[in-house]
T-cell receptor, first 115, second 115 residues
């Protein structure tokens, strides 16, 4: 069975600063995807960034980047130049390729960006 | 393009009743997944449907069921409601054409309260 662990229940950061959210996972599979999803208060969950396990290069999407350490089974999210709109619950998630819609989520990290 | 639409957004039921939740995926998306989100258990996968067939199922009792129609719209049903079924139920759709990118698009959810 796959597990995803987010060890930081809550984080806070000042606007314009950089913050890193941690995520570790456990699996015996070799072909999988990793995701960070963002769930703002009372709003729908949206994909922030996606990483394919076979790719060594870390994914980047504008201010969001990941540090993917496959051997260590670590997948952290770095948010640069934090904005007030980044305030949300962030979920790290894992999916085996062709597992038909089954994401395994971590418990989430509440990120608050302060002005 | 319209996003994933879930109805109703909020509902209150009493123990022993049943409930049906509806999900309309993004146009052209043929895969629909359902998740339960609670403060205690986090996000848990319920099931996934593609072309009216259930392809994957999580570890939930048989009281939780679903179906998908020929237009890809999906419904989930919970019978004999228990207090512990109070949760946000999220629907997600994906394209599923050939390659599996793993990316899911979520709706805003249906918040069920069982009294």
């Amino acid at each position: 069975a796959q597990t995803v662990t987010q060890s930081q229940p809550e984080m806070s950061v000042q606007e314009a600063e950089t913050v890193t959210l941690s995520c570790t996972y456990d699996t015996s599979e070799s072909n999988y995807y990793l995701f960070w999803y963002k769930q703002p208060p009372s709003r729908q969950m949206i994909l922030v960034i996606r990483q394919e396990a076979y790719k060594q290069q870390n994914a980047t999407e504008n201010r969001f980047s990941v540090n993917f350490q496959k051997a260590a089974k670590s997948f952290s999210l770095k948010i640069s130049d934090s904005q007030l709109g980044d305030t949300a619950m962030y979920f790290c998630a894992f999916m085996i390729v062709f597992s038909y819609g089954k994401l395994t989520f971590g418990q989430g990290t509440i990120l608050t960006v302060h002005p | 393009k319209a996003g994933v639409t879930q109805t109703p957004r909020y509902l209150i039921k009493t123990r022993g009743q049943q409930v049906t939740l509806s999900c309309s995926p993004i146009s052209g998306h043929r895969s629909v997944s359902w998740y339960q989100q609670t403060p205690g258990q986090g996000l848990q996968f319920l099931f996934e449907y593609f072309s009216e067939t259930q392809r994957n199922k999580g570890n939930f009792p048989g009281r939780f069921s679903g179906r998908q129609f020929s237009n890809s719209r999906s419904e989930m049903n919970v019978s004999t409601l228990e207090l512990g079924d109070s949760a946000l139920y999220l629907c997600a759709s994906s394209l599923e054409e050939g390659s599996n990118t793993g990316e899911l698009f979520f709706g805003e959810g249906s918040r069920l309260t069982v009294l």
